[in-house]
């Protein structure tokens, strides 16, 4: 660790990262982005056809138009992983695998993860015919015959969603008991193309190229069966990554990052964006709005603070 102190360093290079970056610089602000990559969530999204601007379909060629932005501002960029944040005085300590950073104020973007069903096929169809986002990918269901796995209020908007489109939808559940809210179960009961199957699990996605069934194991009779299905919706929930930063910020009870309209955290200094917060729908552009707001949030706080000078 050398005695450079950052103005501002950001966390994660998602949507929300790369657009706080983008803000800071434009401020003028001594910014560090460290990040494991650089796209985020749009790495494993597939197509995107929902974020402003944009009239191509595969998230990579999004992602490469927001890389684009973050060198023609000569962003400094830190590929590595955050283990661990402190607050020393007024300056935040970052300790990033080997190395460690000071700054003035920290920007959290580093969002969250969709929890996975971990069985054999899903990694490689990621993109292919599995998607973790109903809302983002729902429409490349039309026509076809799709499985939402899931029994909280994430699966069943989203059996919503996919039954507009799709010619038959399955929501499979591992009990027949559900913790969506009554209202939604309700919808989903009285959709003609929609059909349950209860007590089951997903034991192996199949295909090569693209999803083309699923083998579903009954957890009481144990019958193991394939499933011909063209996409798969996995709404089990998402874990947001806030391990380094959660002893310095109030969680909520789904461990994401509690922030207010400015995006400020609990405690003084820190913001956070997208993804790893508690504000709803979690979507790209979002994510992208959030960064922009927590970086002019930052920029206000350290001119208030008298800590870092107009540039």
């Known amino acids: 660790?050398?005695?450079?102190?950052?103005?501002i360093i950001i966390i994660g290079g998602g949507p929300a990262g790369i657009s706080a970056a983008i803000y800071s610089k434009r401020k003028k602000l001594d910014t560090l982005v460290i990040t494991m990559d650089i796209g985020g969530g749009l790495l494993v999204s597939g197509h995107i056809e929902n974020y402003p601007g944009f009239i191509g379909k595969n998230s990579y060629e999004l992602v490469e138009i927001l890389e684009k932005q973050l060198k023609a501002l000569d962003v400094e960029i830190k590929y590595s992983e955050v283990k661990r944040i402190e607050k020393e005085g007024e300056i935040f300590k970052v300790m990033a695998n080997e190395e460690e950073y000071l700054a003035k104020a920290i920007i959290a973007c580093s969002g969250s993860i969709p929890r996975k069903l971990n069985v054999p096929g899903e990694d490689k169809l990621i993109g292919r015919g599995v998607s973790y986002c109903a809302i983002c990918d729902a429409p490349f269901s039309k026509n076809k015959i799709a499985a939402i796995i899931g029994g909280g209020?994430?699966?069943?908007?989203?059996?919503?969603?996919v039954s507009k489109y799709a010619k038959k939808a399955y929501l499979i559940h591992r009990s027949?008991?559900?913790?969506?809210d009554p209202v939604l179960i309700d919808i989903a009961k009285s959709l003609s193309n929609v059909e349950f199957i209860l007590n089951s699990i997903i034991t192996k996605i199949n295909g090569e190229n693209?999803?083309?069934s699923i083998t579903i194991k009954n957890i009481i009779t144990n019958e193991e069966y394939d499933l011909?299905?063209?996409m798969i919706f996995v709404e089990i929930g998402r874990e947001p990554k806030i391990d380094y930063i959660k002893h310095l910020v109030e969680i909520d009870e789904r461990g994401q990052i509690v922030v207010d309209k400015y995006q400020k955290t609990s405690c003084e200094g820190i913001f956070a964006a997208g993804d790893v917060t508690d504000r709803p729908y979690?979507?790209?552009?979002v994510a992208a709005g959030d960064g922009a707001i927590a970086a002019l949030s930052a920029y206000d706080y350290l001119i208030r603070k008298g800590i870092s000078p107009l540039k």
Request: no cysteine.
């Open 1 to 7: 660790m050398d005695n450079k102190i950052y103005d």
């Open 153 to 161: 209020n994430s699966a069943f908007q989203a059996l919503e969603s």
């Open 176 to 180: 027949d008991k559900f913790r969506a």
């Open 210 to 212: 693209k999803v083309e």
């Open 228 to 230: 011909n299905v063209d």
């Open 282 to 285: 979690k979507q790209a552009i």
